[in-house]
Structures are given as structure tokens and as C-alpha cells.
């Protein structure tokens, strides 16, 4: 029979509901039964597209011994990482604090009272290559629990001051200053992989953040030092096998150090932030194969992750059939029985398609030369080439989708929409494609129909018409970010009231008035064991940092000296975080970045369709500005949180007047299409 979790919306969760485990799922029932029966509680956090959690599940859950173990000796309670990330922090904190270590599923043992006091992650079910099986970890925990019950509480109240101690820690504030970009600048350019590009060795992530700061102090100081980076690890991964060559968009992570093999899973943050790189380095390089891996990576998202709602689903599983990567790889056979033989060895050569693989036997697609030296080995022209290519990708993606697809979550989570909607409003101006911004507005209106409360404050989750759980600070800053953005693609104005509620919510729940920066949660969430502050940046922004970056801009476009305050007052909190460990802080030096300047506000002024205006908008958002903010109105002005920046800015009868202003002062308007551009050009 099903247990607990067979009411919950997680696909995660329902991944165990008919496990012999008798899970619980977090909450005050589970946590009630602990204290009454005395019992410690096993906590496992995990999600849908991890692959070790399905091991673990497969291994040790569905096993009836293990199970019998479980339900006895402890009270199992299963947690999505991602429905809850405050718990996830939490106690991923207290696995590092034991075992050096971190990761999913994460396995901890905790007290009635919730304090931890062992943990790990993966265990297999039995004892091997010098692991002690999960069998022998769930005996020792259960011997120490009945024999040794002080010396076990002792040890959890230990721990659990040391996660509160630092938890409560206060950060050195500084001044504002160039400094930490300049040990950014040095600590990236150390540890670059100058070969095949990226950060470190394998496993290799993408590290979108730093690749825009990077992009940020190139503007501030153009050396070839700072681009080359960039340029190189954006064509290593775009050419490499982490790049879906077929569907567009990108896997979690490389398992080797030249992109080739990835863990296969798709998440959606991952392709947000990607997408955002790319549209940047578009903006810097003017390189369109850049535009082009942004466009396939959105179109993946909605062709793939976009619910009929207008939702963004969060991850694609990395299995298929029971096999990692089953459903990307293939066989040269597989290929000639789609293509026919004469395309088909053009095709493989291309995508280093072999009979040995490159991959436990079969092949992942990659790009090992370019287009132009396979056109000049196969003595043909590039765009003939290039034709033939697009058309047998399109019809192996055809093919493709016909195999048994991976498993989908999709659960809707705010501050990964944020991300995804904030890249899609960039993409509809930069790439000039009003199917972005549709699908960016879509997103946003779903979320404000179907994940906020009567009172305004938003909920964290979406899945199957329930909305769950309070949300947490990315989930208001991630939000609120974003509708700036889905602003300044359409100047639709009721983006930025909403924009400026979340703001409001934003700094009267979660600020620390004492310390400086954001609470990971409300004041009035859950009480737990810590309220921890989300401040370094893991595979997405940091919570602080996309407080601070949202704060920056809506405080620029309303005129409001109160959010530029907080946002200063965060980035000041940070300084030695972001000197110290800037790899850990690349949002928070991108929000450096825009404060330091220059950051101008940009206010167009025009009739409504006029011609002049709309190429003056192209030019602005051609140009590699990061730092700007953008205002439009026609004439309507139905939000009065504009009104300061539209203040004195007449519509002009006819043509485009361009008003370049700094801190809210302004230079006289650029009138005329011809001026207005010579006023963007002297911005570079």
C-alpha cells in the first residue's frame, strides 16, 4: 500500500510513496510522532533528477529488511531538496560540518527536537569497497540512540550551536569599492583552464556567474585576458557534449574536463543563466553562433519545459530505461537508419559518431572540429554543409523523440521562473523575437494568478493546481528581478508595481536590521533549529545577491533612495566574502558592478510606434550596457512608481528624444534618431 507521501505533489516524493518504507513527509505529524514515541528521525533529502537518490531508493528503500530497519527504529521523513531549500541548507550545512563532504541524497539523523547528530550521504545497502553498508549505519545509529541517548543529545546540541553560531555570524562590512572585482579578476584568471576553458578540473561546471563578471571587467579595462576566457569556454561548451547537439540546451555538468561527457540531466536554472551568458557575449563579441546557442536553448525550454499555463517546468531526469544519458546517445546504426548512408558518414564524422563511442559504447553528439574545417575536409561549402546538417539533426531529433523520454518534475518553483523569465525578456529585445517576451509574460502571469497569496506574499511551489509552501528570499528576488526585465522588453508598467510589492515584502520580512543582508526565510516562517542567510552563490545566485541586483534596479527606475540604501547596505555587508571567495560570489560582484557604475538610466521618449524610437531601442539593446536601466512611456501612464523617472520628459509630437541621466540628473535630451545614437555610442 502507498504511504504518507502518496498525497503530496512532488514528483520526487511520489517517486517513494509505494517504497515499504513508511515515509513521512515534513511537517508537525511526523515531528509530533518522534517526540510522543521517543524515536530519532531519518532524514533524507534528495530530488527527482538526482541520480544516486533513484540508486539509494532502488538499493535500500525498496529493500523489505532496510525497510523493516526504517519504520521500527526511526521515523523516516522524505524531503524534496527543491520544495524546501530551507531544510536542504540546513542540514547539508551539518553533513559538511561531519563529513568534509557534501551532496545527494543527503542522510541524517536527527533528534525529536530536530538537531542533527550523524549524517552522510550515499550508503549502499550492504557494506563494499570499504563502505559500510546503509544496514550497518541504520544498527550502530539505533544502538547509540537506546544505549548511549545523553552522549548522543550532547553531541546534537553541540552541533546544532555550531550551525547557530554560524548562522548568526557578522560579516566584516567594508567600503564599495573596485577592490574585490580586481580579486575576482585575479582568483578567475588563476584558476582558468586555459585548454578546454571553464573553472577547475572535472567534474566541470558552467559557471555562468563568473563568466559575466568576467565579461564585466572586460568592459571596465578591454584586454584580450579578460574576453579570451569567455570566448573559450563558451565555444568549448557549446561545441561539447554537456550542449544538447540535437534539442539545444544544456546538461547539469561535465564529468570530464573538456565538456564532452555530461551528468545528463537538464535543470532549469542551468539553461537560464546559460541562455543570459550567451545573449551577453552576443551583446560584447557581436558573434552570432553565440545568439544562436541562446535561441536554441530557449527554444529547448519552450518546446520541452513550458506547461500549458505558461509555467517552466524544473528538471529533465538524467535516465532513461533504467540507463544514465539512454536517451542521448547513439550508435552509428542508429544514425544510418535514420539519415541514409552518404549523410549519415558526414553526420558521424561531424559529431564524433564511431562504432567504439565515446561513451560506455555509444556516442555522445559533440563538435570536435568546426563547421568550417569539416566543409574544407569534405571539399564543400560551408553553408551547403550547414543545410545538410540542420536537416539531419532536425530529423534524429525527430527520431529521438519517438525513444522512451526521461522523467520529467514538473513542479513550477518561482525563483527558478524568475531566472528563466529574466532571460527570456533579455532574449526578446536582443534577438529581436517576440515569441520571448510572450513566453516571459506568460510565466509571469501564471505565477501572479496561481502562486500568490490573498495578502500578496507569494508561494514557494506549483504542481498539479496546488500551491505550497512560503516562499524564500530568491523566490522575491529572483521574481522581482526578473519583472524589471519583462519591463524593460515590453514597458509593460504593471510588471514594475508588482515588482515593487515584492520589494516592499521583500525588506519588511526578510531584512536583518541588526546584521546587514536577507534572511533566508520570512519572520514568520517555521520556526527550525537556524534561520540562515543564503549568501554564497551554489549552481544559482544567491539570495542576497539577486536582492541586492533587483533592489539596484527598481531603486534606479522609481527614483527610491530607500531600495538603493539596502541594496548598498548589502553589498557593504558582502565586501569580504566577495574579496575573499569571489568564486562563491559572482552575483553579489555583478551587483558591485552596477553600483560602482557607470549605471545609466535611459528614458525614451516618443509616440507610440514611431519608427525613429524603435531603431534608438534596437541600438540600446544591441549594445553590450549592463549596467543600464531603460524607461519607455508612449503617453499612458498607468504606474505612479515611474512617475520620477518621466518627470520632466515631455513626449515629443514626433521622432525620439533619448535622455541620458545619471543618479537622476539628466543631460539634455538627444533629439532625433541620429543623436540619440551618437549618445549610446559615447556610453562605450
Partial sequence: MPNRLAHETSPYLLQ??????????????AIER???EQKPIFLSIGYSACHWCHVMEHESFENEAIARMLNEGFVPIKVDREERPDLDQIYMQAVQMMTGRGGWPMSMFLTPDLEPFYGGTYWPPTGRNGMPGFDQVLAAVSEAWLQRRDVVRNQASQLTAELQKTASLEHAAGELSL???????????????HRHGGFGSAPKFPHPMDLRVLLRLWRRTPRDELIGPVSLTLDKMAAGGIFDQLGGGFHRYSVDERWLVPHFEKMLYDNALLAGCYLEAYQATGRDDYALVARQTLDYVLREMTGPGGGFFSTQDADSEGEEGRFYVWTPDEIRAVLGEAA?????????????????GRNILNLPKTLAQCAKIFEREATELAAELALGREKLLAARGRRVWPDLDDKVLVSWNGLMIDALAQAAGVLDDSRYLSAATSAAEFIARNLRRDDGRLLHSWRAGRARFDAYLDDYACLANSLVSLYEAGFDEQWIDLAVELADIMLAQFADADRGGFFFTASDHETLITRPKDVQDSSTPSGNAMAATALLRLGKLCGRPDYLAAARRTLATFTELMSRHPTAAGQLLIALDFELGPSPELVLMAPANDEDAAAVLAEVRRRYLPNKVVARRPGVAPSAQLDTIFAGKPVPASGVALYVCRDFTCQAPAVGREAAMEALAALE
Fill in 16 to 29: 517513494h510513496a509505494n517504497n515499504p518504507v513508511d515515509w513521512n513527509p515534513w511537517g508537525p505529524e
Fill in 34 to 36: 518522534a517526540n510522543t
Fill in 179 to 193: 577592490e574585490p572585482l580586481k580579486s575576482a579578476e585575479a582568483m578567475l584568471e588563476r584558476i582558468f583552464d
Fill in 344 to 360: 549519415s558518414k558526414t553526420f558521424c564524422y561531424t559529431y564524433d559518431v564511431s562504432p567504439e563511442g565515446n561513451f560506455e
